[in-house]
T-cell receptor, first 114, second 112 residues
């Protein structure tokens, strides 16, 4: 069964550094999302992406964040200048669209900012 | 925007008994309500969902109910088993391809 994949599984970075989290959504899916989950807390929506552009973003998704689908396969989340509070698990999800709203989550990338 | 409240935050039930988790939502435009199970360190996995044109849905030991008037929805797990121990999240979405707004989660412990 096809799955969403994410790399790396764990990323450690210094405060102020840029990080790129990578996701490969399920082939033929049309909608893509990033969520984050701070340890022990709920899953929070960051951004949705459709037809090569952002369709919606949350208050968390400020100017430090950006997303890209550079090659029709990968879907990336970039944090330009990481802060301590960016430490969290970041989940990518994809959705086939066409009226099917099941979002398939990837295994997550644990980001630790020191 | 949508806000989803979930309770209880922790629930312990004896193996074989039933567990009920309740959620409320604020946006009357929400029409899709998934439930996710998350085991420690793992991704959220969809276990059941319900759409606003349906009041109840059942899948083996799991059932969900939806009261659109009151903006309440609930998850019922019957004949609980040790493998049901996990964190369960309710969620709401205003349309079929949109973001999902999660509740804070319920940690379910199944006691032997």
């Amino acid at each position: 069964e096809p799955e969403v994949t994410q790399t790396p599984s764990h990323q450690v970075t210094q405060m102020g550094q840029e990080v790129i989290l990578r996701c490969v959504p399920i082939s033929n899916h049309l909608y893509f999302y990033w969520y984050r989950q701070i340890l022990g807390q709920k899953v929070e929506f960051l951004v949705s992406f459709y037809n090569n552009e952002i369709s919606e973003k949350s208050e968390i998704f400020d100017d430090q964040f950006s997303v890209e689908r550079p090659d029709g396969s990968n879907f990336t989340l970039k944090i330009r200048s990481t802060k301590l509070e960016d430490s969290a698990m970041y989940f990518c999800a994809s959705n086939p669209g066409q009226g099917v709203n099941e979002q398939f989550f990837g295994p997550g990338t644990r980001l630790t900012v020191l | 925007g949508e806000n989803v409240e979930q309770h209880p935050s922790t629930l312990s039930v004896q193996e074989g008994d039933s567990a009920v988790i309740k959620c409320t939502y604020s946006d009357s435009a929400s029409n899709y309500f998934p439930w996710y199970k998350q085991e420690l360190g793992k991704r959220p996995q969809l276990i059941i969902d319900i759409r606003s044109n349906v009041g109840e849905k059942k899948d083996q030991r799991i059932a969900v109910t939806l009261n659109k008037t009151a903006k309440h929805f609930s998850l019922h797990i019957t004949e609980t088993q040790p493998e049901d121990s996990a964190v369960y999240f309710c969620a709401a979405s205003p349309n079929r391809d949109d973001k999902i707004i999660f509740g804070k989660g319920t940690r379910l412990h199944i006691l032997p």
